[in-house]
């Protein structure tokens, strides 16, 4: 793979692959037929996702335990010629290995078989009853015949005869890609319905497909598509969680709606501030790359959505404001995503059109006219401004194109700055409850076949906030009060199927590559080499007992006569060359590749001959079967890994943006919680009114010395009667220096404590409030305090999560708080203190927690 996965992305590549598994196993022995989709809202990667899948079907895979197939082929099928081009050349942007093995099936296909290793692209026009797919022969005029008759073996069979031969060899394996993800999909025909069902049910000769995988956005949407198969087993759908995607970095967190606050005609207004927006965008965006020494800067690009029928006026006007408002833009930086396909002139100008999917690379087009969804599949993530003249019933039209702008231009999350993590929607002809719609449709994503094409790939932790204010660093903190909070500890969340040692081995090729830790992977693989041989020693007579495994093979000799009962002898053969070489294969999954690779080495020394890497491979076979063995290996590199972020963890801090997301990566694959680094937020933003449903407005009121305000001083808040309580509270406490409301979303400026949810799964609390202090001496002290209901279900695990923090990382803190209102009275528990922290581990009710004599009144 060209690209590292996220987190989400691996866990839905397992579970896919799990699910492939066993529908080749029950296929193969029992003939059962099988289907079951991968659902993943917009911006998730769903082709990233395939591409890793794929690769792990033909080739296999350590990082997911996935053996070959050596007979898998698949068969993807789109809506139209351009998703099948769109689909093949995203799937060779992700995966290396695919390069020569995707090939998009024309018209005049011959071969009698697919072949295996291969992904073949296929659409619905070409299985058209007057393809010549399905006809199997080339259309001519009528009257008209062959001059020349094709050789034997040129003679083309039908695309159905294809198949069947794929189908019916049994030593292939066909797999069915069903795209159901892209827009456009949704409103099928009957004639595209039949197809595809043809497809999957067979007819005639032609044998039903055996497994089929959906990549939907939906469950719905492939379980509509899938309505009339029958006789098939469903496996478990494969659902990404869309907050996830939204922790990840791959989409902007915030989305930014402007509106006229007055009757009147704003258009030109609201096109003057857009470009306003894009120029400002751009200057940002050039200090962030000449701050982290990029050459490359984001170029952004202003997008401008007219009517499908645009009056020549209206074009003309919309230029006129641009170019006012932006005098040195070339002539050559505007251009049209028209679905007439045609340049236009507008006045003296020529606006050319230019074919979506070259947008995102043209970056000498700043400018880009375009009328409803522009493309199905498109997405531009530089795309950071869109002004729309539809009107407010063209809503939905509006959040499609909006949603193919929500992906980061990185792939990553900028840390401390959410402007530049954000995109603008300015909506001239839009009113205060029309824009509330809108913003409730960007809030929601898609989570039903009938709102998929409204999805913008939201998912918890994305704000739409209307015309916010800027906030930054506020200058009424002292310098002490940001130390404290750059000083704070953070934890990871721990993750489902982390390996150790591929995390020890990854990590020390980036702190070697960035000069932090001399000679790194040698010394990682040293320190194993040397436990290994410890426990060698130590588990001797397991060790041998599994040399024994790998150098024999049990089996069972099943005698039977006619009439008469079936008779079992057991018996042992010697393992062969072979059969040594798939116990180390299998070895490498456990301890990793380059583990093994490098205690081969280490055992047989510069001078090897064949018969010491033989025994070498067997070692390292036997050693991998004795589970203690692989369970310390793993503490061990945890253990180090574990050491060496910390000592470097100041020296990072020093690395670009880019590089410090490599490490914020290797920190998440944690085992157990670990100590990481709060990041000092530099620019924010938030909205200074509520907005209700039917469109009337809560103007919000303000407090003083949050550590970012705006350029008064103040922080609008948009808190709880709770919550309200406490910060007035704590504000009027002697010493006090200042507070920060602790983001609830996923980012580097959010404090995260781990705790265990009911079913054993870690999850993240972010305690609401850090309020700082002085002591009698002066030094600086932090507070932490969460008002959290008792009444929730995740109150009981969140407060032994706050527990075993405050129990490792108590003395960062002056207090560690969890308050909660009980009997109309603030009730508060101080996990800091040790009486605290035992009564919440032995209890089974929240509430009366706060009602026992070890919590007070706050």
Avoid at 179 to 206: C, F, P, T, W, Y
Avoid at 438 to 444: D, R
Avoid at 755 to 769: E, I, T, V, Y
Wanted: proline share 5%; hydrophobic share 35%; glycine share 6%.
């Amino acid at each position: 793979m060209r690209y590292t996965l996220k987190d989400y992305q691996s866990e839905a590549v397992r579970d896919v692959l799990r699910n492939l598994e066993q529908a080749r196993d029950t296929y193969h022995r029992y003939g059962s037929l099988s289907q079951f989709s991968l659902t993943a809202t917009t911006g998730a990667g769903k082709t990233v996702m395939a591409a890793a899948i794929i690769e792990a079907l033909f080739f296999g895979s350590d990082d997911f335990d996935f053996s070959a197939d050596q007979g898998a082929v698949v068969l993807w099928f789109s809506d139209d010629p351009s998703l099948n081009e769109q689909s093949r050349a995203r799937l060779q942007a992700a995966a290396s290995e695919l390069d020569s093995r995707l090939r998009v099936i024309p018209s005049t296909f011959s071969e009698p078989s697919l072949r295996p290793g291969h992904v073949y692209f296929l659409n619905t026009q070409k299985l058209s009853k007057n393809s010549r797919l399905v006809r199997g022969e080339p259309e001519l005029p009528e009257g008209q015949d062959l001059l020349f008759k094709p050789r034997p073996d040129d003679v083309q069979s039908t695309i159905y005869d294809v198949i069947r031969n794929t189908v019916e060899n049994q030593d292939l394996t066909l797999y069915f890609v069903l795209d159901e993800a892209h827009r456009g999909m949704g409103a099928s025909s009957n004639d595209r319905s039949s197809i595809v069902q043809r497809l999957i049910n067979g007819q005639g000769k032609v044998p039903p497909l055996p497994v089929v995988f959906g990549v939907s956005a939906t469950v719905e949407r492939f379980q509509t598509a899938m309505k009339n198969v029958e006789g098939r087993a469903a496996l478990p759908a494969v659902v990404v969680d869309s907050s996830l995607v939204q922790a990840s970095g791959l989409l902007k967190d915030d989305i930014v709606l402007s509106i006229p606050e007055e009757s009147g005609v704003f258009d030109t207004v609201l096109l003057t501030r857009a470009v306003k927006k894009v120029r400002a965008s751009t200057t940002a965006w050039n200090l962030y790359a000449q701050e982290q020494e990029e050459p490359d800067p984001v170029v952004p690009l202003l997008v401008v959505q007219v009517e499908d029928k645009p009056a020549q006026e209206t074009l003309l006007r919309t230029l006129d404001t641009i170019y006012e408002a932006w005098p040195d833009l070339s002539y050559d930086s505007v251009a049209n995503v028209f679905g007439e396909h045609q340049d236009l002139v507008i006045g003296q100008q020529l606006v050319p059109y230019v074919e979506p999917q070259r947008v995102q690379d043209a970056k000498h087009i700043r400018v880009l006219l375009a009328k409803s969804a522009i493309s199905t599949g498109w997405d531009c993530p530089r795309a950071e401004v869109l002004v729309s003249f539809r009107p407010a019933t063209d809503r939905t039209h509006i959040t499609q194109l909006l949603g193919r702008m929500m992906r980061t231009p990185l792939a990553r999350r900028i840390p401390g700055n959410e402007l530049l993590n954000s995109v603008d929607c300015l909506l001239p002809f839009f009113d205060r409850k029309t824009a509330t719609g809108v913003a409730q449709m960007l809030m929601k994503g898609a989570t039903t076949k009938d709102d998929e094409d409204d999805d913008t790939g939201g998912g918890e932790g994305r704000r739409v906030l209307f015309d916010p204010v800027s906030l930054y660093p506020n200058g009424e903190i002292t310098k002490e009060v940001w130390e404290r909070f750059s000083a704070l500890p953070s934890v990871t969340i721990p993750r489902k199927g982390v390996k150790p040692v591929r995390r020890l081995t990854a990590l020390a090729t980036a702190l070697s590559k960035d000069d932090l830790v001399d000679e790194a992977v040698d010394k990682a693989h040293k320190h194993l080499h040397s436990v290994l041989d410890g426990r060698a020693v130590q588990y001797k007579e397991k060790v041998a007992h599994a040399r024994e495994d790998v150098l024999t093979m049990d089996g069972v000799e099943a005698r039977g006569r006619v009439g008469g009962g079936l008779s079992y002898k057991s018996f042992s053969e010697s393992a062969d060359t072979r059969a040594i070489e798939d116990a180390y294969r299998a070895a490498t999954r456990v301890l990793s590749p380059a583990l093994c690779s490098s205690y081969v080495d280490y055992l047989v020394g510069p001078d090897d001959d064949g018969d010491e890497l033989l025994e070498a491979s067997i070692t390292v076979a036997a050693l991998a079967l004795v589970p203690e063995i692989v369970q310390d290996i793993d503490g061990e590199a945890d253990d180090l890994a574990r050491k060496w972020l910390g000592s470097t963890r100041i020296a990072r801090k020093s690395l670009s943006d880019d590089r410090q997301a490599e490490y914020d990566r290797l920190e998440g694959m944690s085992t157990h919680p670990e100590r990481i680094s709060l990041a000092q937020p530099k620019t924010a933003q938030a909205d200074t009114k509520v907005r209700h449903p039917d469109g009337t407005e809560t103007e919000l009121s303000t407090r003083r010395m949050h550590l970012m305000a705006t350029d008064d001083g103040t922080y609008p808040i948009d808190l709880n009667d709770w919550e309200r309580k406490v910060v007035d509270h704590e504000i009027q406490q002697h010493g006090f220096k200042g507070w920060y409301r602790n983001p609830e979303r996923t980012s580097k400026e959010s404090l995260a404590i781990a705790f265990q949810d009911p079913s054993g799964d870690w999850k993240a609390l972010r305690p609401d409030f850090i309020f700082f202090g002085t002591t009698h001496d002066g030094t600086v002290v932090a507070d932490l305090v969460d008002p959290h209901g008792h009444h929730l279900a995740d109150a009981l695990p969140k407060l032994r999560g706050l527990a075993d923090f405050a129990e490792q990382y108590g003395d960062d803190f002056r207090r560690i708080e969890s308050v909660a209102e009980t009997g109309g009275v603030l009730r508060v528990l101080d996990l800091t203190k040790s009486a605290v922290r035992a009564a919440v581990r032995d209890a089974q009710d929240a509430k009366q927690l706060y009602k026992s004599g070890v919590a007070v009144d706050y």
